[in-house]
């Protein structure tokens, strides 16, 4: 493995037998810090904004589970 820094940007580079699904959860966990890298939501704003939608989400679909 290699790792190179530019002004721009961090390149990776990571021999092809290495297991993609290990690698995929790594692009995972990096793609979640880049979109909220600049985030100023606090915990208890997310905590309640997904308890909103799975609020929402049970009235839409509550039909589909109880008949």
């Known amino acids: ?13 990571v ?5 993609t699904e290990g690698i995929q959860r790594i692009i ?3 793609a979640y810090r880049e979109a909220t890298a600049k985030s100023k939501a606090k915990q208890k704003d997310i905590d309640e904004l997904a308890k909103d939608i ?3 989400w049970w009235k839409k679909n509550k039909s589909r589970f109880i008949k």
């Open 1 to 13: 493995m290699t790792i190179e820094r530019t002004t721009e940007e961090i390149i990776i580079k």
């Open 15 to 19: 021999p092809s037998f290495v297991n």
């Open 28 to 30: 995972d966990l990096l």
């Open 54 to 56: 799975k609020k929402g």
